[in-house]
């Protein structure tokens, strides 16, 4: 079974530019996350995405956008891109029942650099 | 809210000797309880997770955790380090839970001496 995979594995921008990540889960998984990872923030959860709806959020600003499709893939977006937007960006899934006491499977991730 | 405070940054310990990597939650609730590792250049991997079954969870690669209500700690051990145990270990929680909003810890790096 294919893992999760992202795409592109790298990407550099420059400021006020926009980007869009992509995230193909595991077969068959329908809830797909997405996080930022900083060395000095650590890794935050940005959203939840399951059956196309977003679950859940989190402390982000709204030039951070995601959305689902019907196939479960998912993109997330960034928009107006500021140097702080540099990291390492993982997308993971699940089969997403609730309660998610799941096993999270995450991809290599998206390293995005902003110049 | 929930929250994981992991209370090293750094740890070091020689091969063959036991680890310690030490997590304090904050849940007015029974927590969802998770640890997962990070190799470098490699993908985020679950090593065990507590689902209040047992107070003493057993992991992948040797390594295990003890939920102590009474602490509201989730420390992860293993008896004997391998040098391939090197990595950043994190302790995660699930905001409720069983809840869709994943918090991790700032993690904890690993470093082994052969």
């Known amino acids: ?8 594995r790298y990407l550099i921008k420059t400021r006020g530019q926009q980007v869009t990540l992509s995230c193909s889960p595991i ?12 060395p000095g923030q650590g890794l935050q959860f940005l959203f939840e995405y399951f059956s196309e709806t977003q679950r859940n959020k989190g402390n982000f600003p709204g030039r951070f956008s995601g959305r689902q499709f019907s ?45 | 809210a929930q929250s994981v405070t992991q209370l090293d940054s750094h740890v070091s310990v020689s091969e063959g000797t036991p680890v310690l990597l030490r997590c304090n939650y904050s849940s007015s609730y029974s927590p969802s309880l998770f640890w997962y590792v990070q190799h470098p250049n490699k993908g985020l991997q679950l090593l065990l997770k507590y689902t209040s079954a047992a107070t003493l969870v057993k992991g992948i690669n040797g390594f295990e955790a003890e939920f102590k209500k009474s602490e509201t700690s989730f420390h992860l051990t293993k008896p004997s ?34």
């Not at chain 1, 077969?27 to 900083?38: A, C, D, E, F």
């Not at chain 2, 391939?84 to 001496?113: H, M, N, Q, W």
């Open chain 1, 71 to 115: 196939n479960s893939r998912s993109e997330m977006n960034v928009s107006t891109l500021e140097l702080g937007d540099s990291a390492l960006y993982l997308c993971a899934s699940s089969s997403g029942g609730y309660p998610t006491n799941e096993k999270l499977f995450f991809g290599s991730g998206t390293q995005l650099s902003v110049l």
């Open chain 1, 27 to 38: 077969s068959g998984h329908r809830s797909v996350s997405w996080y930022q990872q900083t």
């Open chain 1, 1 to 8: 079974k294919a893992g999760v995979t992202q795409t592109p």
């Open chain 2, 81 to 114: 380090a391998h040098m391939s145990d090197a990595a950043e270990y994190f302790c995660v929680v699930s905001d409720p839970p069983g809840g869709f909003k994943t918090i991790f810890g700032a993690g904890t790096r690993l470093f082994v001496k052969a």
